[in-house]
């Protein structure tokens, strides 16, 4: 069965980068998909960041884009998100999702993960 | 860049009534690239219907979707008290290519 799993930091503080990466089991991240973050600041609603696909083409979010980096790893089958020059407007849950090809919909997602901008 | 506004921003039912919750988009949204999704209090958010109309696997038939262009409707037609959640609609398309609705919570009456 599929699953993601976010993992990184939980505490960044200003001015410095935000690293998180998803490892995923049960499936390939060569077999096609897209794999995305989107991020929900706390009592917030959801906003996408990027995604990428493992042919090499990447997506993000006119908001962050300048700031943001995503990678993939396909020897550990996980990829990565990194967000630079973070301020407290970065503090949200944090999740990666498989995205499919066809209706561009977020069919699996990751328990997500906290990540506080504080010094 | 489509703007998704969902309505109403809280809905009060009771166990065993309808939900028509709605999304509305700034613009056409292209050969319906329309999801909802269901999110529980520290919880991932769960997909639910696809391409406008198509329950994801898994989820009860209870949960339909419909609509096109710009109008789109998330219909439950008879509430479990599981049911009780927030509910997003997604859209890909413009740029940002995929941006969300605000949400609409739906609450015990």
Same mark, same amino acid.
């Given at each position: 069965q599929l699953q993601l799993q976010e993992s990184g930091p939980g505490l960044v503080k200003p001015s410095e980068t935000l690293s998180l990466t998803c490892s995923v089991s049960g499936?390939?991240? &060569? &077999?096609g998909y897209y794999w995305g973050w989107i991020r929900q600041p706390p009592g917030k609603g959801l906003e996408w960041i990027g995604n990428l696909h493992h042919s090499g083409g990447s997506y993000y979010n006119p908001s962050v884009k300048s700031r943001v980096t995503m990678s993939l790893d396909t020897s550990k089958n996980e990829f990565s998100l990194e967000v630079r020059s973070v301020t407290a407007a970065d503090t949200a849950v944090y999740y990666c999702a498989r995205q499919s090809l066809s209706m561009r919909d977020f069919d699996y997602w990751g328990q997500g993960v906290l990540v506080t901008v504080s010094s | 860049e489509i703007v998704l506004t969902q309505s109403p921003g809280t809905l009060s039912l009771s166990p065993g009534e309808r939900a028509t919750l709605s999304c509305r988009a700034s613009q056409s949204v292209s050969d319906n690239y329309l999801a909802w999704y269901q999110q529980k209090p520290g919880q991932a958010p769960r997909l639910? *219907?696809? /391409?406008?109309s198509n329950r994801a696997? /898994? *989820?009860?038939?209870r949960f339909s979707g419909s609509g096109s262009g710009t109008a789109f409707t998330l219909t439950i037609s008879r509430l479990e008290p599981e049911d009780f959640a927030v509910y997003y609609c997604q859209q890909y398309g413009n740029s940002p290519a995929y941006s969300f609705g605000q949400g609409t919570k739906l609450e015990i009456k």
């Open positions: 499936y390939s991240i &060569n &077999n | 639910l *219907i696809y /391409g406008a696997t /898994g *989820i009860p038939d």
